[in-house]
């Protein structure tokens, strides 16, 4: 069983819908976790961070469960722009070794 | 942005030829990664270095090897290139001062290197 597992999708939603995703772990050490965004044929970059309490910037929305090991991004009011692959990121406690998800693609369409 | 460099950006090469891929950075970061990735695998990691001359293997480091002479260069070097590994990497690097406080774990990658080999 991968560590990180992500649905690879594609999800295929209208403008101005809302989308949630989610990523499993497996190993309950895991202590540090991230959302990145890659569009097609660039550089991953950080989306944001998810902390046990849960976070909000703008349209997104990452939450924690620890007892599910799982981490989800909601993204509300869909833009054309936010037609991207979505990285699950996991490190776990005392390690500097991000583990990846192979990514969940999302597109994004009039 | 974070000041990482890759170069080459693209390469063709031929099968049993060496092939030294550079990472550079300006930020004085502790932490460098070599990633692949590949349709279907999304990143796995090579190979890793917390600090000059301190490297470690990743989960897919057979015939690659990393060198680290000083904080800034980060080199993958594939001795004698194969078709398996045509593939783009990245290399990335990670904020740390060495407190955990300040440590945000976040990667910092750079625009990646494509690589073919025939």
């Known amino acids: 069983r991968k560590e990180v597992e992500q649905d690879p999708g594609p999800f295929n939603v209208p403008e101005g819908a809302t989308v949630a995703f989610n990523c499993t772990y497996s190993n309950s050490a895991s202590q540090s976790f991230f959302w990145y965004r890659q569009d097609c044929r660039k550089e991953p970059k950080l989306l944001m961070s998810v902390y046990s309490s849960g976070n909000e910037d703008g349209r997104f929305t990452a939450q924690l469960n620890r007892a599910s090991q799982y981490i989800s991004l909601l993204i509300r009011d869909s833009k054309l722009s936010d037609s991207a692959t979505y990285l699950c990121?996991?490190?776990?406690?005392?390690?500097?070794?991000?583990?990846f998800g192979r990514g969940t693609s999302l597109i994004v369409h009039p | 942005d974070a000041g990482i460099t890759q170069s080459p950006r693209h390469k063709v090469t031929e099968t049993g030829t060496p092939v030294t891929l550079r990472c550079h950075q300006t930020?004085?970061?502790?932490?460098m990664y070599w990633y692949r990735q590949d349709p279907g695998h999304g990143l796995r990691l090579i190979h890793y270095?917390?600090?000059?001359?301190?490297?470690d293997k990743g989960e897919v480091s057979d015939g690659y090897s990393v060198s680290r002479s000083k904080t800034e260069d980060f080199l993958l070097t594939l001795e004698s290139a194969t078709s398996s590994q045509t593939s783009v990497y990245f290399c990335?690097?990670?904020?740390?001062?060495?407190?955990?406080?300040?440590?945000?774990?976040?990667?910092?990658f750079g625009e990646g290197s494509r690589l073919t080999v025939l």
């Open positions: 990121v996991v490190n776990i406690g005392g390690s500097y070794i991000p583990t």
């Open positions: 930020e004085n970061h502790r932490y």
């Open positions: 270095s917390y600090g000059v001359k301190d490297t």
């Open positions: 990335a690097i990670s904020e740390s001062s060495g407190l955990a406080r300040a440590n945000t774990g976040e990667l910092f």
